[in-house]
């Protein structure tokens, strides 16, 4: 997976760890590090950066890995928790639930007869500057899910995260078991 490539294009593109909007210049070369839950997180001689999943193909020779689209069919629990196993840290290979990051996950009804969806979540470090970004990808992929009306992620501290978080699945993709 990890290669260097070239962007055939100017691409917008958000600064890990901080987060800030920026712009990737066409011809930057991009070394891709990590391609999880459809965004791409390169490495290029000014930083680490993400591309969201709707620009990647600003990444000339980059060829997405089919992943799971969202789930088609009747709402669930089940397909809200699975929708979150798609959006990933873009710097470390583990999901934002197997991470121990989701507090709270609440269904309610939404006046349009839809579905309301409201996640607490928490971030590895409070200083963080990609919280934002990635409670937004969380947000996006639960809002397309059938039925739901609003999705809300909304970053909390209480309680702070601690590795022991971490779920058994996710100590073994980091090594730490």
Not at 71 to 80: H, I, L
Request: glycine share 10%.
């Amino acid at each position: 997976m990890a290669q260097t490539h070239t962007l055939d294009r100017d691409v917008p593109a958000t600064l890990i760890p901080a987060g800030d909007a920026a712009t990737l210049a066409r011809g930057t070369e991009v070394f891709i590090v990590q391609t999880l839950g459809g965004n791409v997180t390169v490495r290029t001689d000014r930083g680490l950066y993400r591309i969201a999943r709707e620009n990647a193909s600003a990444i000339a020779g980059y060829v997405p890995v089919a992943e799971g689209a969202a789930v088609a069919g009747d709402f669930s629990e089940q397909a809200v928790w699975a929708a979150l196993k798609t959006c990933f840290d873009p710097e470390i290979p583990v999901n934002i639930v197997d991470l121990g990051l989701i507090y709270d996950l609440a269904i309610g009804d939404a006046p349009g007869g839809g579905r309301a969806i409201e996640v607490k979540m928490t971030l590895t470090a409070p200083g963080c500057g990609m919280g934002p970004v990635i409670a937004e990808d969380a947000r996006q992929k639960i809002a397309a899910l059938p039925t739901v009306e609003t999705a809300r992620v909304h970053i909390v501290w209480d309680p702070q995260w601690t590795p022991q978080m971490i779920s058994e699945t996710g100590r073994k993709a980091l090594g730490l078991e």
